[in-house]
């Protein structure tokens, strides 16, 4: 008897982790019907989501990273927001204020764009420091606080933020503790040869973000961030982790090394990518492959250097379980 519910449950599981395999497949799918190519950003953005973080697009403009947030809000049936970051822009036009209502006689608060599920937060190094601050309790611990009173975002919350790496008149750098809010940073790139002839040759017949129709619920997201939580890194995968962070620690090309909400963010999105690989355990190379795009941004380099070249020098160093 016992045997048989072992396997009915079993077999249950098998069933469940299909269906949601199918479902990333679908959103996958999805959209690649408004963004020709770039299917190794979307994947990556894709690991930021469901590991339960947010994504740093660094790249020059119209390359697709409003696109991107747009088709992926409308895809799980989220509600989107957009941030258009300048520097006049105020904490309170991102997290919302209490407003005076004269009929009522009392304050109310009026929510600002945090109060969605995915914010784009575009040009966010055009924003000054008082107001990138605003999104630092939000982004960590989902919740946004105005005169003493905290409220909850919407789950998921997912938070994109671009910025220009070569324009820098006007900026602010976005400071340690802000960079370490972010999951991972990648660049789109431009598209290739090919791809920028389809985006030609598909000019009309492109599907708008508005026209999407929705693969996944908000719910199946919370249920896929679940099971990728849920995904069986080894001790000695754990132990690699931790040796590659804490390289950068002592690394004497490094001046600040990634902190330990690094280290987590490097174990959840391993999680997160072996899920989406079809796998419920992680295997080195998941770690090897995404520790340029979790760890390089959180790095303080010496004299100049590339983050992401040290980053990869110490993969070679560290040794594989």
């Known amino acids: 008897m016992m045997e048989q519910e072992s396997t009915l449950s079993c077999r249950h599981l098998n069933r469940m982790q299909n269906v949601m395999r199918e479902a990333i497949e679908r959103l996958t799918e999805n959209l690649g019907r408004t963004i020709v190519g770039k299917a190794e950003s979307i994947r990556l953005v894709l690991v930021a989501l469901f590991s339960g973080g947010h994504a740093l697009l660094e790249d020059v403009p119209g390359v697709g990273k409003t696109l991107l947030a747009k088709s992926l809000a409308r895809s799980i049936d989220g509600k989107f927001q957009r941030i258009q970051c300048t520097p006049d822009l105020l904490p309170t036009d991102v997290t919302g204020t209490n407003i005076w209502n004269p009929r009522s006689g009392e304050f109310e608060f009026m929510p600002g764009p945090v109060f969605s599920n995915v914010l784009l937060a575009d040009e966010i190094n055009r924003a000054t420091p ?30 994109i933020a671009t910025q220009n790496p070569v324009e ?154």
């Open 130 to 159: 008082r107001t990138q601050s605003a999104l630092l309790e939000v982004m960590e611990e989902q919740q946004v606080t105005t005169d003493g009173v905290s409220r909850h975002v919407p789950n998921p919350f997912f938070v």
């Open 168 to 321: 820098y008149q006007g900026t602010f750098p976005l400071p340690e503790a802000q960079m370490d809010r972010f999951t991972l940073a990648l660049s789109l790139g431009y598209p290739t040869e090919i791809e920028e002839l389809q985006m030609l040759q598909r000019l009309g017949q492109n599907t708008p973000p508005e026209d999407l129709q929705p693969c996944l619920s908000l719910l199946e997201v919370q249920q896929l961030r679940q099971r990728c939580a849920q995904v069986r890194v080894e001790a000695s995968l754990q132990q690699y982790i931790l040796e590659l962070v804490r390289a950068t620690r002592q690394d004497e090309e490094i001046v600040l090394g990634v902190s330990p909400r690094g280290t987590v963010a490097l174990h959840k999105a391993v999680q997160a990518i072996a899920f989406l690989e079809g796998r419920d355990f992680a295997i080195p190379d998941d770690v090897k492959y995404l520790a340029p795009y979790v760890l390089s941004h959180r790095l303080i380099p010496a004299g100049g250097r590339k983050a992401r070249n040290i980053v990869e020098r110490i993969l070679w160093t560290v040794a594989i379980p």
